[in-house]
């Protein structure tokens, strides 16, 4: 039992870590706007995914691994749609 509920844990840590990325990615899409996502912090974010994902795979914990390989994809989304819609970003007339 101990350590499925260090996975159940891991698990519910995980899917509150995706959960928070939804709504920013949501509202950039909805909005065609990302003046206020920091360029900054999501490069060291989806850089520190990546070493998440390295560890849990080192550790052969599959929730740290699954979990940041998924955080990594929402994070990498925000970052791809701060450089089309952030400032100074060329859009296209619509």
Same mark, same amino acid.
């Given at each position: 039992? +101990? $350590?499925?509920? *260090?996975?159940?844990? +891991?698990?519910?840590?995980?899917?509150? %870590?995706?959960? %928070? =990325? !939804? /709504?920013?990615?949501?509202?950039? !899409? $909805?909005?065609?706007?990302?003046? +206020?996502?920091?360029? $900054?912090?999501? !490069?060291?974010? *989806?850089?520190? =995914? =990546?070493?998440?994902?390295?560890?849990?795979?080192?550790?052969?914990?599959?929730?740290?691994?699954?979990?940041?390989? !998924?955080?990594?994809?929402?994070?990498?989304?925000?970052?791809?749609?701060?450089? #089309?819609?952030? /400032?100074?970003?060329? #859009? %296209?007339?619509?």
């Amino acid at each position: 039992m +101990g $350590r499925l509920l *260090v996975d159940i844990v +891991g698990v519910g840590a995980g899917l509150c %870590s995706m959960a %928070s =990325f !939804v /709504p920013q990615i949501i509202k950039i !899409v $909805r909005e065609k706007e990302a003046e +206020g996502v920091s360029l $900054r912090m999501y !490069v060291v974010t *989806v850089s520190g =995914f =990546f070493l998440w994902i390295a560890y849990g795979a080192l550790m052969g914990s599959w929730p740290v691994w699954a979990s940041n390989a !998924v955080n990594l994809a929402l994070a990498a989304t925000i970052l791809a749609l701060k450089l #089309r819609y952030g /400032p100074g970003a060329h #859009r %296209s007339g619509g």
